[in-house]
């Protein structure tokens, strides 16, 4: 009796988790109106693009219409891209040439970085040897006498 209350009470458990982790249809648009681009020409996401656009309401709109045919987030995203193009996805997706946008911002930050800290052990190099030079390159007693001469000491 003990393991089938026990087994009982797991299932409840873990139906009710299952269960709290299904978002509503209002949270899947909200969640992607802020991962797709308004079409309207502005640089905005279609969650933020002002009252005045007119595009944004008909997107969103289409967006909750896909959802309420039980697309995925993913069949909605492959929709608009297939109707709209690459540009009405916020972020790039990470693979082919499109690649390269995920690649090079941290391939330049990393080529800067040494390229920063090569010229400043160079420069630090540098000035120690001109210190060298200035150590070296004493002036003769013939000549500081005529200096001394010249400036009335």
Same mark, same amino acid.
């Given at each position: 009796?003990?393991?089938?209350?026990?087994?009982?009470?797991?299932?409840?458990?873990?139906?009710?988790?299952?269960?709290?982790?299904?978002?509503?249809?209002?949270?899947?648009?909200?969640?992607?109106?802020?991962?797709?681009?308004?079409? %309207?020409? %502005?640089?905005?996401?279609?969650?933020?693009?002002?009252?005045? %656009?007119?595009?944004?309401?008909?997107?969103?709109?289409?967006?909750?219409?896909?959802?309420?045919?039980?697309?995925?987030?993913?069949?909605?995203?492959?929709?608009?891209?297939?109707?709209?193009?690459?540009?009405?996805?916020?972020?790039?997706?990470?693979?082919?040439?499109?690649?390269?946008?995920?690649?090079?911002?941290?391939?330049?930050?990393?080529?800067?970085?040494?390229?920063?800290?090569?010229?400043?052990?160079?420069?630090?190099?540098?000035?120690?040897?001109?210190?060298?030079?200035?150590?070296?390159?004493?002036?003769?007693?013939?000549?500081?006498?005529?200096?001394?001469?010249?400036?009335?000491?």
């Amino acid at each position: 009796m003990r393991l089938l209350n026990t087994t009982f009470l797991g299932c409840l458990l873990l139906g009710s988790l299952t269960w709290a982790q299904v978002p509503s249809q209002k949270e899947m648009v909200d969640k992607m109106v802020d991962h797709l681009m308004c079409t %309207c020409g %502005c640089p905005h996401l279609i969650g933020q693009c002002g009252d005045e %656009c007119g595009v944004a309401p008909q997107l969103i709109h289409e967006i909750s219409d896909l959802v309420s045919q039980g697309k995925t987030e993913e069949e909605v995203y492959s929709a608009f891209e297939a109707k709209y193009g690459l540009v009405v996805l916020a972020v790039p997706k990470a693979e082919g040439f499109n690649m390269l946008l995920w690649i090079l911002p941290f391939l330049g930050m990393l080529v800067g970085t040494v390229v920063v800290f090569v010229v400043f052990s160079r420069l630090k190099a540098s000035n120690s040897d001109h210190e060298d030079q200035k150590k070296s390159a004493g002036i003769d007693k013939e000549y500081r006498q005529l200096i001394d001469k010249e400036i009335g000491k």
